[in-house]
């Protein structure tokens, strides 16, 4: 007998062929919805799409907590499903912090991206479906209404600015992340 793992594998081998859509194809139609829990959103698939149950399962599943596998880009994986609206937040920030030297290292983590130098100065994490943190390491900066305080958000960094739109990439912001990379040299 097969393992839950086989399972599932053969039934997302087989998802184009029995649903007429990729799983892809399918995680686009329940970011389209606004509809959240995972009840709702199979009820969705099996209502207006005539999925089966099994598969309706399977693919709200693989939305709502991607696995990751070695072989995933780990970028990728934070912003799927739900919180792939944030992705051009991601590109913009990136975009901006690799102008700052050419020993900037931009590395992938689970659920967040580390923002390297000599040491750790800053990290990008999608932290809800509607915001993407940015963590700074700036040590004596004092906070202020927008330079937060990092508090529980994340003890490797000193700073959180949080973000909800690619316009909030900005030269404060920006400001702020090349003090934190100059601050990783010493």
Do not use: C
Request: charged share 25%.
């Amino acid at each position: 007998m097969a393992s839950p793992e086989e399972m599932a594998a053969s039934m997302l081998a087989n998802l184009p062929e029995k649903t007429g859509k990729s799983l892809a194809a399918w995680h686009n139609i329940l970011q389209k919805s606004s509809l959240e829990k995972h009840g709702q959103l199979v009820n969705l698939l099996k209502k207006d799409h005539g999925v089966t149950h099994g598969f309706a399962n399977l693919i709200v599943s693989k939305y709502l907590k991607p696995d990751p596998s070695p072989d995933t880009d780990l970028v990728e994986q934070q912003y799927t499903g739900a919180k792939s609206e944030l992705r051009p937040i991601y590109e913009v920030l990136v975009k901006a912090i690799t102008k700052f030297g050419n020993d900037v290292e931009i590395a992938p983590k689970k659920s967040y991206v580390s923002l390297r130098r000599a040491k750790q100065f800053g990290l990008i994490q999608p932290s809800t479906r509607t915001r993407v943190d940015v963590g700074l390491n700036l040590p004596g900066k004092k906070p202020s209404k927008r330079l937060e305080e990092s508090g529980s958000f994340n003890a490797m960094v000193t700073h959180r600015v949080r973000v909800t739109d690619v316009n909030d990439v900005d030269k404060q912001l920006t400001g702020w992340l090349k003090e934190a990379y100059r601050a990783a040299e010493k």
